[in-house]
């Protein structure tokens, strides 16, 4: 299939660009300096560090750092366009070699599981397939990259 | 693929007032998810603030389904972690739109001070979300507040 890459990078483009907004107005949740009620750093990149929420915590990007991807309800699989896929990828490459060092018989079955499936992975034309049925499992593997995704419908709505 | 049990939680969402969905998932096309449990928890600490309105709800997911820009995208972690089949239905917490269209399944008014609800749906009658149709934990604190919650749930 040929894909319009650029129009499907300006639309994840202009999701990043709403949520650096976002990071820009106080009270927005999105803020650096935005608390809870209890005067605790509450925004997605503040709430693991001291002060935060949730010290101690697992990090989590910028909102206006997620990447995005395309849902392709009918044929069921998620896609990554232009950069997004390239750096998906080698997000995904990277965890890979993590878990390839790890004894197999301490290894999750998620782990086990994209031990077999990442490797099957590739960027063909600035497009990166993932199947839907494997999707929660490639959210796993960003999320612990220290990275996130957010994900819009094929088509323009 | 059956018996194939996860969680989804959120934990400590700073919450303002105003009803939002904490918690949602929709089931992926020709498989269904059974809802076994639901948890509400507030760390409210104004023991004057009235209680939150708690709702277990059906939802289409017309808009703002699970994973979309107004959520913050959710991976499920199953119970038996040795299990390699992937949980197909999609998760996501912290809606800052509300997704549409939301039907009333059983609500419930949680204490924001101190106040924890944690239903355990009866063995005879899980929540059954067939393919396609989603689910979604709806909460509207009366004063600002952090919300941890999870939905327990099978494929």
């Given at each position: 299939m040929?894909?319009?890459?650029?129009?499907?990078?300006?639309?994840?483009?202009?999701v990043r660009a709403h949520f650096a907004v976002l990071e820009s107005?106080?009270?927005s949740g999105l803020h650096d300096a935005d608390t809870d009620v209890h005067g605790k750093l509450c925004a997605p990149q503040t709430q693991h560090l001291p002060g935060g929420m949730m010290p101690g915590a697992y990090p989590e990007p910028r909102r206006s750092?997620?990447?995005?991807?395309?849902?392709?309800?009918?044929?069921r699989v998620y896609r990554f366009f232009g950069p997004?896929?390239?750096?998906?990828?080698n997000l995904l490459d990277g965890y890979?070699?993590?878990?390839?060092?790890?004894?197999?018989?301490?290894?999750?079955?998620?782990?086990?599981?994209l031990l077999q499936e990442l490797p099957e992975l590739d960027v063909a034309n600035g497009v990166l397939v993932v199947w839907q049925d494997i999707w929660n499992d490639i959210?796993?593997?960003l999320y612990v990259s220290v990275a996130s995704a957010v994900w819009l419908p094929h088509e323009e709505e | 693929m059956a018996y194939n049990q996860f969680d989804v939680s959120n934990q400590k969402w700073s919450m303002s007032t105003g009803a939002q969905t904490t918690i949602g998932g929709k089931a992926a096309a020709n498989v269904v998810v059974k809802v076994l449990e639901a948890s509400f928890s507030f760390d409210g600490s104004t023991s004057t603030a009235t209680p939150a309105q708690c709702e277990f709800d059906q939802c289409t997911y017309a808009t703002n389904a699970p994973g979309s820009a107004n959520t913050t995208s959710a991976t499920p972690a199953k119970s038996d972690t040795g299990r390699?089949?992937?949980?197909?239905?999609?998760?996501?917490?912290k809606w800052t739109s509300q997704p549409t269209n939301i039907t009333l399944q059983w609500p419930i008014a949680v204490a924001q001070y101190n106040g924890i609800y944690h239903y355990i749906h009866p063995f005879v009658s899980p929540f059954i979300c067939i393919g396609g149709q989603g689910v979604a934990v709806t909460v509207n604190p009366s004063a600002s507040v952090n919300f941890s919650g999870k939905v327990h749930a099978e494929e």
């Open positions: 040929d894909f319009d890459v650029a129009g499907f990078v300006a639309r994840a483009d202009k107005v106080r009270g750092e997620v990447l995005v991807a395309f849902l392709d309800e009918k044929r997004d896929a390239d750096r998906a990828f890979l070699e993590t878990v390839k060092k790890r004894p197999l018989n301490q290894l999750t079955g998620v782990e086990l599981k959210l796993y593997a | 390699g089949e992937t949980i197909q239905s999609t998760w996501a917490i």
